[in-house]
DNA sequence: TAGGCCATCTGGTCCT
DNA sequence: AGGACCAGATGGCCTA
């Protein structure tokens, strides 16, 4: 974990700590400070961002402190599961230097060329291309016939060639 | 050492 | 009302 980001957490947890003990309350004001930092390094700046000028304008209270402890949790939690959810993506998306670790935005623009290249794929095996081999008939035709056997489906073979033209069509 | 990438905190906004 | 989502800010780590 981070040591900033660490650190802030366990600036909180003790705040909350010395909020249940006055009697060792004791750099309250100091630590309040640090809540202004953003604004202070932001002075002077000409495009002051719209999040900088959100800090708190107040010391936070206990309840708020509470709160706001749940709320980082909550919210690493969902980071957690955001970057389950990106591993998984790098597992399925074949790249060259297998042994680097893909960032973000490599495994999402990957992922995009590998859909964009798969839906290419399936559109040289529709009903309408050209196979010598079948007569033809594709294999994409072949390969839905083995999945959905020899009963009439070609209003769903249809639809589904329909929504793949238009995915393509999409991107 | 600069720049890229990342995790985390945070406050505002949206959604249920 | 409370949780989910979003995006800015920050600082640490790593690599060229």
């Not at 309408?128 to 009963?151: I, L, M, N, P, S």
Request: contains cysteine.
């Amino acid at each position: 974990m981070k040591t900033k980001a660490r650190s802030t957490r366990r600036k909180l947890e003790i705040d909350l700590e010395d909020e249940e003990s006055p009697a060792q309350q004791t750099s309250s004001e100091d630590d309040n400070d640090k809540c202004y930092v953003y604004k202070e390094k932001n002075k002077g700046k000409s495009q002051e961002s719209a999040k900088s000028r959100r800090r708190r304008q107040t010391p936070p209270d206990k309840e708020h402190s509470v709160r706001r402890l749940e709320s980082n949790e909550r919210e690493r939690q969902r980071m957690h599961k955001l970057n389950n959810a990106f591993q998984a993506l790098r597992e399925v998306i074949p790249h060259v230097r297998a042994e680097k670790k893909l960032s973000k935005i490599e495994t999402l623009t990957l992922a995009k060329n590998y859909i964009n290249t798969l839906t290419a794929t399936i559109l040289n095996m529709s009903p309408g291309a050209q196979d010598t081999d079948t007569g033809g008939v594709g294999k994409f035709y072949q390969h839905y016939q083995q999945q959905h056997g020899e009963e009439d489906n070609d209003e769903h073979l249809q639809k589904y060639s329909t929504q793949i033209h238009s995915f393509r069509q999409g991107s």
